[in-house]
Nanobody, 116 residues
Framework: QVQLVESGGGLVQAGGSLKLSCAAS??????????MGWYRQAPGKQRELVAS???????DYADSVKGRFTVSRDNAKNTVYLQMNSLKPEDTAVYYC????????WGQGTQVTVSS
């Protein structure tokens, strides 16, 4: 079984930065072959894709975060990161990590709150 644990969330002022981490642990998986995604869900809204990183190194971003957020991964550490710069109050949400290929795994989420 695989576990994903996010960290790095918190409270930050608008214009500030945070870096989220998501570490995968367990057995029976090869991290580098999985697509890793960061999602977020704000109160009263649907969960949305923020950024993703495929096994081939292709990254994709939601239009709302392009130019501000960067997804990266360290396959040796089984970890994916989300660097978030120029944060806005509308970025406030619970951020979730997802690891998927033939199986689909989710983390428990980490709260990001951006104050105006």
């Amino acid at each position: 079984q695989v576990q994903l644990v996010e960290s790095g969330g918190g409270l930050v002022q608008a214009g500030g930065s945070l870096k989220l981490s998501c570490a995968a642990s367990g057995s029976g998986f090869i991290f580098r072959i999985y697509t890793m995604g960061w999602y977020r869900q704000a109160p009263g809204k649907q969960r949305e894709l923020v950024a993703s990183s495929t096994s081939g190194g292709v990254t994709d971003y939601a239009d709302s975060v392009k130019g501000r957020f960067t997804v990266s991964r360290d396959n040796a550490k089984n970890t994916v990161y989300l660097q978030m710069n120029s944060l806005k109050p509308e970025d406030t949400a619970v951020y979730y990590c997802r690891m998927f290929w033939r199986n689909d795994y989710w983390g428990q989420g980490t709260q990001v709150t951006v104050s105006s």
